[in-house]
């Protein structure tokens, strides 16, 4: 009997103790914080990892690596309904509403049914919610938290949808283009006067009268177009901004290096602020920001694209990090919707280091080249993206042999230039001759050929010009975290964010 006291005083002790050690129980997240990096399978984290490593010094850390230090990592499976490989538009959906749906469709079940979305929970919780990309704001990414629609390129709608909801706190990127009346351009609105030049300028793509500025003001926005006014914006007295910063997306992080270009914000530089304006909501906040250029260089085989793309992506992570760092009750989550490119740094059999005399008087000798620091110093070289280059050349091939000379570590002929532009009379594309259909359409430019010619420069094989299979990375670090440990599947991340917010995906609309 006395016995029987005691072990029962032993449960509640043991009881007390679990839910006061635990931080699973108790502890909900106030505010939650996802970082999707577009394309970011673990190829283009272990080369921004390697990258930082030989070029700063083996004891450097990436902010991402900060995260996977103090958090629970798992892996995640992306496929989308009834196929291995997923589209951004299905694996965003998934991510945002917690339900497996086509290529294409945005914020809709297989079914076409609209569903719940992550946003829409935390706007009934009464947070306030935030979206940045560095693509556009119509993009499949930043869309599947607000949009419901059959295909991901209808963005004139996808932007109605924006503003007639109008509960969006925040929403920072590019696709300016979708929000003026048909017949204008970007520069000639009132209030986008202040988007620069180089950020990209450029006509309505509505086809229709509307003015989403005007209509978005009329719902409380404030509009901000360029860096300097989004750092002049007093988040104190803003509770909705809408900052659109180019007509389409961003321009790639390697083309906007501060020497090139001023007046397109940094992905950190929105983060901070955003951050300043969701913090004011004693409730909390939903907050997404996506790296949304990995995918758009990986996808053009351009490796020191990418890496400048994860560098970017790293300094908006170590923001995140900072505000989580003094408020604790913030869940981040950092994740990718799916690899793109395949990239591997690979040992190949082109320049294998000289023999070397080792100290004990042995010779060593090697057949292969397993990549030095030089791959790295070459990438570092690289001061336009290959499409830029591409671009600026006005498909010369004289011009482009120039462009590749001045901004790369590699130098060609007037010959090889004329190969990289020479189109594929079956294709009609200048993409790789054999592997043509893993090449889609926005891609059929030559930069799947430069990465190929340079690619023994650097050790770099890409295995496709499209999105892979790979399983991607969940790093999460905050209340309950250790939710995101072990393989899981990208509906899972939602439904576990919903879950710790006492609330269920996936939902119906
Ligand atoms: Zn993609």
């Known amino acids: 009997m006395r016995q029987k006291k005691y072990s029962v005083v032993w449960l509640f002790l043991l009881a007390f103790s679990l839910i006061w050690f635990s931080p ?31 070029m700063n010094g083996m004891e450097k850390r990436l902010n991402m690596e900060r995260l996977m230090a103090v958090g629970n990592t ?5 496929y989308q309904y009834g196929t291995v490989v997923t589209d951004s538009a299905s694996a965003a959906t998934a991510l945002a509403s917690g339900v497996k749906t086509r290529d294409a469709i945005i914020g809709k079940d297989h079914d076409g ?32 938290f607000y949009a419901h629609i059959i295909h991901r390129d209808m963005e004139n709608e996808i932007a109605s ?15 300016a283009r979708h929000f003026i009346p048909a017949g204008t351009k970007v520069e000639d609105h009132p209030d986008l006067k202040g988007v620069d030049k180089k950020a990209g300028w450029g ?45 389409s997306e961003f321009a790639s992080a390697i083309d906007r290096q501060p020497q090139q270009q001023t007046g397109v914000p940094m992905l950190s530089q929105l983060t901070e602020k955003a951050l300043e304006i969701l913090k004011k909501n004693p409730r909390g906040f939903f907050l997404m920001v996506e790296g949304g250029q990995i995918d758009t260089a990986a996808h053009r085989n351009d490796v020191a694209g990418v890496l400048h793309e994860m560098l970017e992506f790293d300094r908006a992570i170590g923001v995140v990090m900072a505000f989580a760092e003094s408020n604790p ?8 919707d799916h690899d793109t490119g395949g990239v591997a740094i690979a040992y190949s059999n082109y320049q294998p280091p000289a023999p070397l005399k080792l100290s004990n008087g042995e010779t060593w000798k090697t057949k292969h080249n397993f990549a ?24 010369n091939a004289a011009a482009l042999k120039k462009e590749i000379g001045e901004n790369t570590a590699f130098a ?4 090889q230039a004329a190969s990289l532009l020479a189109k594929d009379p079956q294709t009609g594309f200048p993409v790789p001759r054999d592997y043509s259909d893993f090449y889609s359409s926005d891609e059929k430019t030559p930069t799947a050929l430069m990465g190929r010619l340079f690619g023994k420069e650097t050790n770099t094989a890409w295995a496709a010009g499209t999105h892979t299979h790979t399983p991607v990375m969940v790093i999460a670090n905050g209340p309950a975290a250790e939710n995101f440990r072990g393989l899981l599947d990208n509906v899972d991340i939602p439904q576990i964010i919903a879950r710790g917010w006492g609330e269920t995906l996936p939902a119906p609309k």
């Open 412 to 415: 060609i002929t007037e010959e």
């Open 113 to 144: 049914r609209p569903m719940k979305t992550i946003t829409d929970i935390a706007h009934q919780l009464g947070k306030s919610t935030g979206l940045i990309s560095n693509t556009r704001i119509t993009h499949a990414t930043p869309a599947a």
């Open 329 to 336: 009750d913030t869940l981040v989550v950092l994740t990718a």
């Open 161 to 175: 949808q924006l503003i007639e909801r109008g509960d969006l706190n925040v929403a920072f990127s590019g696709g």
């Open 372 to 395: 030095e620091k030089v791959i790295f110093e070459k990438m570092a070289r690289q001061k336009k993206s290959f499409q830029k280059m591409v671009e600026d050349s006005k498909w």
């Open 74 to 78: 798992g892996y995640c499976l992306t």
């Open 203 to 247: 006509r309505s793509g509505r086809k229709d009268g509307r003015d989403l500025i005007q209509e978005a003001k009329s719902k409380g926005y404030a509009i901000v177009a360029n860096e300097r006014e989004l750092s002049a914006l007093e988040a104190k007295d803003k509770d909705k901004v809408l900052g659109l910063f180019s007509a």
């Open 24 to 54: 699973a129980l108790g502890a909900e997240a106030k505010n939650v914080i996802l970082l999707i990096g577009d394309g970011m399978g673990p190829e283009p984290v272990g080369l921004a990892i390697y990258y930082n490593r030989f």
